[in-house]
């Protein structure tokens, strides 16, 4: 499944987790895959879409950076397969 992971930067501070993540590389357990992230140009939020088919590993990864940032956890569906579905439901 894929999720949409809204972080929210604590204090707006991306030197301190940019740091840790230098240091200590993302800290994913296996079978939790990142595919892509983007930020703001403010520093509140990075958007970062990841892959897993077990949610543990998503609650796992986030114990090592809610120290850091807050987070929001939202499953998404490719637009390509939304499309599929409501094209055959027409």
Same mark, same amino acid.
């Given at each position: 499944?894929? #999720? !949409?992971?809204?972080?929210? #930067? &604590?204090n ?6 940019y ?13 939790? &895959? ?12 990075? #958007? ?18 809610n ?6 956890? *939202?499953? *998404? *569906?490719?637009? &390509?397969?939304?499309?599929?579905? *409501?094209?055959?439901? !027409?």
């Amino acid at each position: 499944m894929l #999720f !949409m992971v809204v972080e929210r #930067f &604590k204090n707006r501070d991306a030197k301190a987790l940019y740091r840790r993540l230098r240091d200590a590389g993302r800290q994913m357990p296996e079978g939790l &895959k990142y595919l892509d992230s983007w930020v703001e140009p403010n520093f509140d939020r990075c #958007f970062q879409l990841m892959e897993t088919s077990d949610l543990r590993l998503l609650q796992s990864w986030i114990l090592c950076w809610n120290d850091l940032m807050d987070f929001e956890i *939202v499953p *998404v *569906v490719p637009s &390509k397969d939304t499309r599929e579905i *409501v094209e055959a439901a !027409m």
